[in-house]
């Protein structure tokens, strides 16, 4: 599925007031962070976005796919559809083998398995920490591993041109990383996020407020600097709170 372009044209707040922009425009290899207050309007953004909107919501915006109105089928056929959304709820109920699991999922997109599988997991072991093996159950994967293996799937097997993530930081998932790897795979990806590495690793910031989107702002060289520090301090965190989990004591 070659997608080019992916255009969200303005629609109103909750109050019916416009939003104070014509339309913005996201590009393969993009990374689009969206941030707000809880109850801003950053569920409804990606609702429409995943939807295709139509001016068909509630917020009237309207979203395009190479200065196209996307075709029906996509918003009918989950298989046509080339957006993804993961959540930071995602749970299992087939009780099947990762490797079960992702050869199910290749055979319903009429790719062969075997190397889908394997790149699969190699992609999943290195957003987390958690290693995830072929024959492990899914229904026994950590929030973490259940995320990053989403991730790897929605890239390879999925295929998805477009992928949102809401809010993965909650789920032990390596944020550098998955940046990375959705650049260097030429995707579009919008993280619904309230953490500042998420958010200053994006090239654009859009920033909610009252249902509408109130800014739209491109991380400055100036953030680029700083994000380094803040990175590192996220890194002493992690570890710090990584030793908090296995017992031991914390001493400065």
């Known amino acids: 599925m070659n997608i080019k372009k992916l255009t969200v044209f303005s629609g109103i707040d909750k109050s019916g007031n416009p939003e104070k922009f014509k339309k913005f425009e996201i590009f393969p ?7 707000g207050p809880t109850g801003s309007g950053k569920t409804s953004l990606v609702t429409d976005i995943e939807m295709l909107a139509q001016k068909d919501t509630v917020t009237r915006r309207k979203i395009l796919i190479n200065n196209k109105i996307p075709p029906f089928s996509y918003r009918q056929d989950p298989s046509k ?5 993961i959540t930071q709820h995602t749970n299992f109920l087939a ?4 490797d079960e699991f992702l050869k199910l999922h290749a055979l319903s997109r009429k790719m062969k398995s075997r190397g889908a599988v394997s790149k699969t997991l190699m992609l999943t072991n290195k957003l987390t920490g958690e290693k995830v093996t072929e024959n492990m159950k899914m229904t026994v994967l950590s929030g973490g591993q259940t995320r990053a293996l989403m991730i790897a799937d929605s890239i390879v097997i999925g295929n998805a041109p477009i992928v949102l993530l809401d809010e993965i930081e909650n789920a032990g998932i390596f944020k550098k990383e998955a940046m990375e790897m959705v650049r260097e795979e030429g995707k579009i990806i919008l993280f619904v996020t309230h953490d500042p590495v998420v958010a200053l690793l994006c090239d654009i910031r859009l920033v909610m407020k009252n249902g509408g989107i109130a800014k739209i702002l ?9 994000r380094k520090k803040i990175i590192e301090q996220d890194i002493m965190i992690s570890v710090i709170r990584e030793r908090v989990r296995r017992g031991e004591i914390i001493k400065f």
């Open 29 to 35: 290899g993009n990374t689009v962070a969206i941030v």
């Open 81 to 85: 559809n080339p957006i993804v959304l």
């Open 95 to 98: 009780d099947l083998r990762v």
């Open 218 to 226: 491109r991380t400055s060289e100036r953030e680029k600097k700083a």
